[in-house]
Structure formats: structure tokens, C-alpha cells
């Protein structure tokens, strides 16, 4: 599966193509990619230029930050001695063999390795 970080909607965002191309190949390959909907009000400002935005948003499927993942987010961010809520969120949507798309790897990285879920980061 593909995850997709909120680097990965500014990358699209501003038109990237590696990353539209990536996409189109997961939907080619009928793969969704998926995100948290903690990415998505991260990365949503509701204006008219975000267009290409729009276009990724409806394209991924956003997994809820419901009551128990948003537990579970905490009790991993205590885990890690990190802070950050939509990582924590993004990094729980995933599950092993996974490829997250992040600016922010580093993060990622040690949040899946707390988790003990094998992912490959994908910079973006």
C-alpha cells in the first residue's frame, strides 16, 4: 500500500511530477493510496488554489482519526517521546511493507520502528 504524508500532498500541490506519476501508478495498479485525515486538515486551507490538492485528496483514501486511533496515536507518541499527532496517525494507517511518502522521514522512521512496523520511507 501507499501512504501518503503531508509532503506528499504539497509536493502535488505544487505540481511535482514524480509525485502525480507515482499516483496515477498506484491508481493504475489499483492500489489507493491512503492517509490520515489528520494529513488532510494539516494540509487543507480551502482555497481555490489548491486545485491540484483537491484533485490528490479525492484521489486518497483518508483513514479517520477515530477515538480509538487517536488513543493509540497518543500512546505511540509516548512510546517514541515524540509530539507530533498527524505523524503518530499516519505512521498507525500503515502496516509492514507499506511505502510511506514523507518530507519528513527521519520522524516516520522512528515512529514506525517504535511501532516495530517494517515500512520503506520514501522521500518526497
Given at each position: 500500500?501507499?501512504?501518503?504524508?503531508?509532503?506528499a500532498?504539497?509536493?502535488?500541490?505544487?505540481?511535482?511530477r514524480?509525485?502525480?506519476?507515482?499516483?496515477?501508478?498506484?491508481?493504475a495498479?489499483?492500489?489507493?493510496?491512503?492517509?490520515s485525515?489528520?494529513?488532510?486538515a494539516?494540509?487543507?486551507?480551502?482555497?481555490?488554489?489548491?486545485a491540484?490538492?483537491?484533485?490528490?485528496?479525492?484521489?486518497?483514501?483518508?483513514?479517520?482519526?477515530?477515538?480509538?486511533?487517536?488513543?493509540?496515536?497518543?500512546?505511540?507518541?509516548?512510546?517514541?517521546?515524540?509530539?507530533d499527532?498527524?505523524?503518530?496517525?499516519?505512521?498507525?494507517?500503515?502496516a509492514?511493507?507499506d511505502?510511506?511518502?514523507?518530507?519528513?522521514?527521519?520522524?516516520?522512521?522512528?515512529?514506525?520502528?517504535?511501532?516495530?512496523?517494517?515500512v520503506?520511507?520514501v522521500?518526497?
Amino acid at each position: 500500500m501507499w501512504v501518503y504524508d503531508a509532503g506528499a500532498f504539497i509536493a502535488a500541490e505544487r505540481g511535482d511530477r514524480a509525485m502525480w506519476t507515482r499516483t496515477k501508478a498506484a491508481l493504475a495498479a489499483k492500489q489507493q493510496p491512503v492517509t490520515s485525515t489528520a494529513v488532510v486538515a494539516q494540509v487543507w486551507r480551502g482555497n481555490p488554489r489548491q486545485a491540484n490538492l483537491a484533485r490528490l485528496v479525492a484521489a486518497v483514501d483518508a483513514v479517520p482519526l477515530t477515538d480509538p486511533a487517536a488513543l493509540a496515536a497518543g500512546t505511540l507518541l509516548a512510546q517514541s517521546g515524540t509530539s507530533d499527532v498527524v505523524d503518530a496517525a499516519l505512521v498507525l494507517t500503515a502496516a509492514d511493507g507499506d511505502m510511506i511518502y514523507t518530507s519528513d522521514p527521519g520522524d516516520i522512521v522512528h515512529l514506525a520502528t517504535t511501532l516495530g512496523l517494517h515500512v520503506d520511507v520514501v522521500p518526497v
